[in-house]
């Protein structure tokens, strides 16, 4: 049970953490990135970057990656894309909606995968399933906006996603420190 608890609580803990940082990357995205091309192509590079090194992060604290197959292949794909965001940056800013466009869709089906595993053992993951499921409808619009006119900054265009991303793990955080809670009785 303590074993339970300790991961509730270090999961808790990475919700909360993905959440502010996804939260600090959409206000850079909509000030700084919006009015500096340069700066949202690096936020667009930063963005995959890290959701790479936490997922590492989270599957090293919960078993190494060979235990967390789905965080095992986030981390390998989110690290493809940011080297590929930076490689399309000097190519085709089409191109960069594709790669972010097919991440999306991977990266929600992970997720998907992977709340669902979490649920048997934690509970409190809908919103983690439904963040995965709507990542996944997100790549698809990334893929069709690829074919309209685009913004000087895409960064901008991403946003929206990394904000309801933020959103979905702070409602996960909050759902896990509510189950506790109540668990734990009346104080």
Do not use: E
Request: hydrophobic share 60%; no cysteine; proline share 5%.
């Amino acid at each position: 049970m303590a074993d339970d608890t300790n991961g509730a609580d270090a999961l808790k803990r990475y919700y909360f953490l993905r959440a502010f940082v996804s939260a600090v990357w959409v206000a850079a995205a909509f000030t700084v990135g919006a009015a500096n091309p340069l700066v949202g192509g690096a936020l667009l590079v930063l963005y995959p970057a890290w959701d790479a090194f936490a997922n590492a992060r989270d599957a090293a604290a919960n078993g190494g990656l060979r235990a967390n197959l789905p965080q095992a292949f986030n981390t390998a794909v989110s690290s493809l894309v940011a080297a590929g965001v930076l490689a399309a940056l000097n190519l085709d800013p089409r191109l960069v909606l594709v790669l972010f466009g097919v991440w999306a869709i991977l990266a929600g089906v992970l997720q998907l995968a992977a709340g669902v595993r979490r649920w048997r053992t934690f509970g409190a993951q809908w919103a983690m399933v439904l963040s995965g499921a709507q990542s996944a409808l997100a790549g698809g619009h990334f893929l069709s906006k690829a074919a309209g006119p685009l913004p000087a900054s895409l960064a901008p265009v991403i946003a929206p996603y990394a904000a309801f991303g933020a959103f979905y793990f702070l409602v996960s955080a909050i759902a896990l420190t509510v189950k506790a809670r109540r668990a734990a009785g009346p104080a």
